[in-house]
C-alpha cells in the first residue's frame, strides 16, 4: 500500500467583518435559500442550539459555528461551508452551482477542557474550500497548524462518512446534497500513521481499542 499525502495543512487565515462579499447577486441569493434549509436540518437532527458565533476570514463568506448539547456530549457544527460547492482546485473556471456541498460536525465530550475554544479552528476548516481550493471529503485529514483547543492533544481530524448523525440535505437540481461530515481529531502519532496505513485501518484500530473518540483529552491509540 502506497503511503497517504501528508495531511493537507490549512493555512492562518485573517478575521475581518461579517459583511457578505459583493459577488453575483444570483448566486448570493441562492446562497442564502440553501443555509436556512441547512439550519433547519441541523435542528431537527442535533435540537437547538444554545449558542452560536460567525467567523469572517479575509476573502470569504461569513462562517459560522453552531453548539449543541445532548447529555455529557457537546456538538459543534459548522453553517454557512455549505453555501457554496467545492471545486476541484485544478479547474479552469469553478462552476459556481456544481459540486459536493458540506458542513462539518466535532462531537466531544464536556466538562473536560475548555473545547469552546474550537470555533476558529472549525471556522478554519469550514473555510478551507474556499480559501484553499480544498475539497473535503470522507477519508481525508485536515491539519489546522495548532491545537484545537487550549491543552488539547490533536491538531488535525480525520473526515469521516456521513449519515449517521445527521441526514443528508436533498437540494433541487443542480444542486448537489449537502452532506453533514463527522470530524474526528487525531494526535500526531495517529495523523502519522494514518498517512502510511490509510483511514480504514486508523477507525479499525480505535474500534479495536475501544477508543472514546469523544474524549478531548485522550491519550493516542496503540499503534504498535
Same mark, same amino acid.
Given at each position: 500500500?502506497?503511503? %497517504?499525502p501528508p495531511a493537507k495543512r490549512i493555512s492562518r487565515l485573517l478575521c475581518q467583518g461579517s459583511a457578505l462579499p459583493g459577488t453575483d447577486e444570483f448566486y448570493a441569493r441562492r $446562497? &442564502?435559500? @440553501?443555509?436556512?434549509?441547512? =439550519?433547519?436540518?441541523?435542528?431537527?437532527?442535533?435540537?437547538? *442550539?444554545?449558542?452560536?458565533?460567525?467567523?469572517?476570514?479575509?476573502?470569504?463568506?461569513?462562517?459560522?459555528?453552531?453548539?449543541?448539547?445532548?447529555?455529557?456530549?457537546?456538538?459543534?457544527?459548522?453553517?454557512? $461551508?455549505?453555501?457554496?460547492?467545492?471545486?476541484?482546485?485544478?479547474?479552469?473556471?469553478?462552476?459556481? #452551482?456544481?459540486?459536493?456541498?458540506?458542513?462539518?460536525?466535532?462531537?466531544?465530550?464536556?466538562?473536560?477542557?475548555?473545547?469552546?475554544? /474550537?470555533?476558529?479552528?472549525?471556522?478554519?476548516?469550514?473555510?478551507?474550500?474556499? /480559501? %484553499?481550493?480544498? #475539497?473535503?471529503?470522507?477519508?481525508?485529514?485536515?491539519?489546522?497548524? =495548532?491545537?484545537?483547543?487550549?491543552?488539547? *492533544?490533536?491538531?488535525? @481530524?480525520?473526515?469521516?462518512?456521513?449519515?449517521?448523525?445527521?441526514?443528508?440535505?436533498?437540494?433541487? &437540481? *443542480?444542486? =448537489?446534497? @449537502?452532506?453533514?461530515?463527522?470530524?474526528?481529531? $487525531?494526535?500526531?502519532? =495517529?495523523?502519522?500513521?494514518?498517512?502510511?496505513?490509510?483511514?480504514?485501518?486508523?477507525?479499525?484500530?480505535?474500534?479495536?481499542?475501544?477508543?472514546?473518540?469523544?474524549?478531548?483529552?485522550?491519550?493516542?491509540?496503540?499503534?504498535?
Amino acid at each position: 500500500m502506497l503511503p %497517504e499525502p501528508p495531511a493537507k495543512r490549512i493555512s492562518r487565515l485573517l478575521c475581518q467583518g461579517s459583511a457578505l462579499p459583493g459577488t453575483d447577486e444570483f448566486y448570493a441569493r441562492r $446562497m &442564502a435559500d @440553501v443555509l436556512p434549509l441547512v =439550519e433547519a436540518r441541523l435542528r431537527s437532527a442535533l435540537g437547538e *442550539p444554545d449558542a452560536r458565533a460567525a467567523v469572517t476570514f479575509l476573502g470569504t463568506d461569513r462562517i459560522e459555528v453552531l453548539r449543541f448539547h445532548e447529555g455529557d456530549i457537546v456538538r459543534y457544527a459548522s453553517l454557512g $461551508m455549505s453555501a457554496q460547492p467545492m471545486t476541484d482546485p485544478t479547474a479552469v473556471i469553478a462552476d459556481p #452551482v456544481a459540486g459536493p456541498r458540506a458542513e462539518l460536525v466535532l462531537s466531544v465530550r464536556g466538562g473536560v477542557a475548555d473545547t469552546d475554544k /474550537v470555533l476558529r479552528p472549525l471556522a478554519m476548516l469550514a473555510a478551507s474550500p474556499q /480559501v %484553499e481550493g480544498l #475539497v473535503v471529503a470522507p477519508g481525508a485529514s485536515l491539519d489546522v497548524g =495548532e491545537p484545537l483547543w487550549p491543552g488539547a *492533544p490533536f491538531t488535525s @481530524v480525520l473526515v469521516a462518512e456521513p449519515g449517521g448523525l445527521v441526514e443528508d440535505l436533498e437540494l433541487d &437540481a *443542480p444542486l =448537489e446534497p @449537502v452532506r453533514f461530515l463527522p470530524l474526528l481529531p $487525531m494526535t500526531p502519532n =495517529e495523523a502519522a500513521w494514518k498517512r502510511v496505513h490509510g483511514a480504514q485501518a486508523l477507525q479499525e484500530r480505535w474500534l479495536n481499542h475501544g477508543t472514546d473518540l469523544r474524549d478531548p483529552s485522550r491519550k493516542s491509540v496503540p499503534l504498535d
